[in-house]
């Protein structure tokens, strides 16, 4: 219904008509929306008719992917006002954020909200919390007694400190700037979320670390289609032996959160660690 929709708004000749979008994603008052190269002369056309069918919008942005270390959104206004900050409402819980410099994914919802369930009266560790895509949801649904949230990118810490306010969970996120290979405490937690895609493997062990006596660790990762399961269960396995004595690892669960690129999935293990 919606490509339906954006090719009566946007006349073009049949065989371009086919390369139109047919999803984009709406943050807030933002829709972003990936265009191919062939349609490029005609993006504004398309953003002015993304802008007609959702009123309540101001912005559009084509997306063209990620960059830098921080996997900030490479983007360009094609419509509207050109605002690109904006609060966006997901599972009752809500998110300011620069769509222009922050990512969101809303595949990762069913697995945000199954988080937000499980974490009554524990002490959680969110690595990697980015503006608090976990931690917030875990504070406003779960009642924890404390989130710790550590976060490197200025940017995406300061969204988290405003979110923590706007959400008034201020007694129950303690947000933490900086690497968590330096930053994250040892033998505290109930619960450790890793749900960093890009290279978390490398501070497992610290993850590990984190983690009380028959705690569980959340550990995320995008991995080839033909490794899922195997790959991260090695990972753990050989981060737990790495710690020594300290650490043994269980296997509790194994879910697949989405397809992240051809051939690669978005995978995350729980793991007891005793």
Not at 69 to 75: A, H, L, M, S, T
Not at 110 to 133: H, K, N, P, S, W
């Amino acid at each position: 219904m919606t490509h339906t929709k954006l090719c009566d708004l946007v006349h073009l000749p049949p065989k371009e008509a086919k390369l139109l979008p047919r999803g984009w994603q709406i943050l807030g008052t933002v829709i972003l929306v990936s265009i191919p190269d062939a349609l490029r002369d005609h993006a504004n056309a398309i953003g002015d008719a993304l802008l007609a069918m959702y009123p309540r919008c101001s912005t559009v942005l084509r997306n063209r992917g990620v960059a830098g270390r921080f996997r900030e959104p490479i983007c360009e206004v094609i419509a509207g006002t050109g605002e690109t900050e904006t609060i966006h409402k997901e599972n009752d819980c809500y998110f300011k954020l620069d769509t222009a410099r922050i990512m969101f994914s809303q595949g990762n919802l069913v697995e945000r909200t199954r988080m937000a369930r499980i974490c009554e009266d524990q002490v959680v560790l969110d690595m990697f919390t980015g503006i608090g895509y976990f931690s917030i949801q875990i504070a406003v649904h779960s009642r924890p007694k404390k989130v710790i949230a550590i976060e490197l990118n200025p940017t995406a810490y300061h969204y988290l400190t405003e979110n923590i306010r706007i959400n008034r969970v201020e007694d129950l996120v303690f947000p933490i700037q900086g690497d968590c290979a330096v930053k994250a405490p040892e033998n505290i937690a109930d619960r450790v979320i890793m749900g960093y895609l890009d290279s978390s493997y490398e501070q497992l062990a610290k993850g590990l670390l984190a983690v009380r006596s028959g705690g569980i660790l959340h550990y995320h990762e995008a991995t080839p289609t033909a490794l899922a399961y195997q790959r991260p269960i090695q990972r753990i396995k050989d981060a737990a032996q790495a710690c020594g004595r300290r650490c043994s690892v269980e296997m509790i669960g194994c879910h697949t959160i989405k397809k992240y690129a051809p051939g690669v999935v978005h995978v995350v293990l729980d793991v007891r660690v005793t």
